[in-house]
């Protein structure tokens, strides 16, 4: 079992033991906040989401992405541009949009090693990730594959390119130092 998962399996016994004592307490799984002193709920329920979301009218990124290009949106009436792609504008609300290729190299601008990792990348070892800089003052957020933070710095040049994920061959884009 990786660390994660042992830390994650810690809390979960630490809170159930926590709850069980403060429920014997007060007859409620109620604890104090250690900074504030507020009360909390330990909520006995474990919450997992999966969503279905419709891509129809943002399809040209997914297709951009099978051709190995990353795809972006520009309002025809403002010309406000759009990483992640909207199908909508957010400053004008049209929904009249066009779509243009993001140039693939740019400038990395911050990074940060990732060691506490949300759920669904546990079972991954720790790893980077970085925003980057592209033309028309796109910036993009992605993994950045490297020989480890020593080998980065900022205002670097670096590649955006598509491949597939390690864990479940979907095709993602991350960063390659130039």
């Known amino acids: 079992m990786n660390n994660t998962k042992d830390k994650t399996s810690q ?23 250690d900074k504030t002193k507020d009360p909390l709920l330990i909520d006995q329920r474990t919450l997992l989401l999966k969503y279905l979301l419709p891509v129809k009218r943002i399809m040209p990124f997914y297709d951009g992405l099978k051709r190995g290009e990353i795809m ?20 004008c609300y049209e929904s009249e949009m066009e779509w243009f290729k993001i140039d693939d190299e740019g400038v990395l601008l911050t990074y940060t090693q990732i060691n506490v990792k949300p759920a669904s990348f ?29 080998s980065l710095r900022a205002g670097m040049r670096v590649k955006l390119v598509v491949t597939k994920n390690l864990s479940d061959d979907n095709l993602v884009y991350i960063f390659k130092p130039i």
């Open 11 to 33: 809390l979960n016994e630490d809170l159930k033991r926590l709850s069980e004592d403060a429920a014997k307490k007060s007859g409620l799984p109620i604890i104090s906040d």
């Open 72 to 91: 972006a949106t520009k309002c025809k009436k403002c010309g406000a541009k759009y990483f992640p792609p909207q199908a909508d504008c957010s400053v």
């Open 122 to 150: 546990s079972n991954h070892d720790d790893y980077i990730i970085g925003i980057a800089k592209f033309q028309d003052d796109i910036k993009i957020l992605a993994r950045v594959i490297a020989d480890g933070l020593k």
